[in-house]
């Protein structure tokens, strides 16, 4: 898989080195582990690292900074867009400890959002989106989320995360 770097300047780059370069040890491992053990047969082309700016407005309009388009996976590894990104549906609703997770996203749970997007590659989604179960996006987002949190987060970040979610 090609590593790609579309930043706008030097700066930017330099800026999100060493993150990258975290992330990319730490990819190397699950991807292992999703080819052992999860049917991971092709990878993508490339993963795009990038700003959240040039994912959401240049790359695609998906509003989303992580997703995978024509094989591609683009990502923007800026904490603090993805804490923004996570915390802007809350602004108004009273959900303190969702907010303050939130608020404090760390490294690793970023983490899991690059680990999910390499997950949507794994021949165990089949139907790829279409046929005749049109819900089984559902599934197959719930399983890049489960799989990436469960084989990447310590039992302690992933039953925080977990926990989370069923008092949400």
């Known amino acids: 898989m090609k590593q790609i770097f579309a930043f706008e300047n030097i700066e930017d780059y ?4 060493n993150i990258i370069e975290r992330f990319n040890e730490k990819l190397k491992n699950y991807q292992v582990e999703l080819e052992r053990n999860y049917a991971l047969r092709d990878l993508p082309k490339a993963i ?3 700003t959240e700016e ?8 998906v509003p989303i900074p992580a997703y995978i388009n024509k094989n ?3 990502i923007t590894p800026d904490i603090y867009d993805w804490r923004n990104f996570f915390n802007q549906p809350l602004k108004g609703l009273q959900l303190p400890k969702i907010k303050a997770f939130y608020e404090n996203l760390s490294e ?3 983490f899991t959002i690059v680990a999910h997007e390499l997950t949507h590659h794994s021949d165990l989604f089949v139907d790829e989106f279409d046929g005749e179960r049109e819900d089984s ?3 197959e987002e719930g399983m ?3 799989l990436s949190r469960k084989l990447t987060l310590s039992d302690r970040e992933f039953h925080k995360i977990q926990k989370l979610n069923r008092n949400w």
Do not use: G, P, R
């Open 108 to 110: 690793n749970h970023l």
């Open 54 to 61: 040039l994912a959401t407005t240049v790359f695609s309009n």
């Open 48 to 50: 795009v690292w990038t």
């Open 144 to 146: 890049c989320d489960y």
């Open 14 to 17: 330099e800026k999100y080195q």
């Open 72 to 74: 591609i996976m683009y």
């Open 137 to 139: 996006i559902w599934f």
